[in-house]
């Protein structure tokens, strides 16, 4: 009988075309791979950036509440007439406020003048500034200094709740544009209710305040922070 030739016994192994095609697999796999943990690794960090701005956000409207809680009826003459300083327009508010601080700056125990409105290339920005401060004494504090408060921001609308005729008449109140103390002598003295030139009837008085006031923030959106 016929005995095997070891020279001729066929060694078991892959072909190359075996070796492509697993190299080929093997590469699809890891690409998919790779595409799975970049897409997870842009989502998670966009989900930190919009978490990020909506905490800025947050903040900032905290910040603008908080300084209308400290409201101070601080009074001033304004054209003749002694009038709360509360100001406002669609795009700018001005108020006194409460001490945010006692602490080592100048003139941080003293009442404020907060002016909000929005610069080209500032965004939101308040313009702070102490009137009860003598000129003699510190004028820059009386002329007013700018912070930026968010430079998101592109547009800032304010409105104002605004009580309407006279106590006894039990009108509804009423969204207004603008908050102007100078004008609300007109209704003490008009029994009938005069009529502002825009056709409504103005604010009950001087010393009243606006009921609420409305907020509305315009943000940016931005490559590196959500809205």
Not at 10 to 38: C, D, K, N, W
Not at 52 to 60: H, M
Not at 131 to 145: I, K, T
């Amino acid at each position: 009988p016929a005995t095997p030739n070891p020279g001729r016994r066929r060694e078991a192994g892959f072909t190359l075309l075996e070796l492509l095609i697993s190299m080929t697999i093997l590469a699809l796999i890891f690409v998919a791979v790779l595409g799975a943990i970049q897409v997870g690794s842009k989502s998670w960090e966009s989900g930190e950036q919009r978490a990020e701005a909506n905490q800025r956000t947050r903040t900032l409207f905290e910040t603008l509440a908080r300084e209308l809680t400290m409201l101070y009826p601080l009074r001033v003459k304004d054209q003749d007439k002694d009038v709360i300083a509360f100001r406002g327009t669609s795009d700018s508010l001005s108020f006194a406020t409460l001490p945010q601080s006692y602490g080592a700056e100048p003139f941080s125990h003293m009442i404020r003048v907060v002016t909000y409105g929005v610069e080209s290339e500032r965004g939101l920005v308040a313009t702070e500034s102490y009137p009860l401060v003598g000129p003699a004494d510190a004028p820059g504090p009386q002329e007013g200094r700018m912070k930026g408060l968010d430079e998101r921001v592109s547009e800032a609308r304010f409105r104002y709740l605004v009580p309407e005729g006279k106590p006894e008449e039990k009108l509804p109140p009423s969204w207004r544009e603008s908050w102007d103390p100078s004008q609300d002598e007109a209704v003490l003295s008009s029994s009938q209710g005069l009529l502002s030139p825009g056709g409504q009837r103005p604010p009950q008085a001087s010393g009243l305040l606006p009921l609420a006031v409305e907020i509305t923030l315009t943000i940016r959106q931005t490559n590196q922070r959500g809205g």
